[in-house]
């Protein structure tokens, strides 16, 4: 099969967005202080691995459809749809609230484009879901830390 130009534009979000959310995860892993630091900056680099992973995962699929990925730096900054990320040091509090952002905008790009994928690639679609299952539950897990019963 070869990927439309509509299904390679938006497996391209996709790729950028998560490229961002792992440059963006590693930010924050390096640059988080404060209470509960210890659990979150392991927590980061837990995210940051499966976001890896996902990158990959979804160029080389965009690979197997013949689809070109670009996921070079002034690409990504470009085009992503991730707010961009504070430099410096940043607190635990402000990293759970700006991590949590982060993964629901991956999230979200991910819902957009997932009917018309499905529509051309239902094996694609699949992949998508096991990308938004896993990156709910980040989000879930790191805005825990600041939810009150």
Do not use: C
């Not at 440059?23 to 680099?45: E, M, S």
């Not at 730096?73 to 749809?81: D, G, I, N």
């Not at 879930?140 to 009150?148: D, F, I, P, R, Y």
């Amino acid at each position: 099969m070869k990927a439309s130009t509509t299904l390679s534009s938006n497996l391209q979000m996709i790729l950028v967005d998560l490229v961002e959310l792992h440059v963006q995860g590693k930010q924050a892993h390096w640059n988080v202080v404060g209470t509960n630091f210890r659990d979150l900056h392991l927590q980061l680099d837990e995210i940051v691995a499966d976001v890896r992973e996902f990158v990959d995962q979804i160029a080389e699929r965009m690979r197997a459809l013949h689809a070109v990925p670009d996921g070079r730096s002034a690409t990504v900054a470009q085009t992503t749809r991730l707010p961009l990320y504070p430099s410096g040091q940043v607190s635990t509090s402000a990293t759970v609230d700006l991590i949590t952002e982060r993964l629901e905008t991956a999230v979200s790009t991910m819902r957009d484009v997932h009917d018309q994928v499905d529509g051309e690639d239902p094996t694609t679609a699949d992949i998508l879901h096991g990308f938004i299952e896993k990156l709910e539950q980040y989000a879930w897990m790191v805005s825990a830390e600041k939810m009150q019963p």
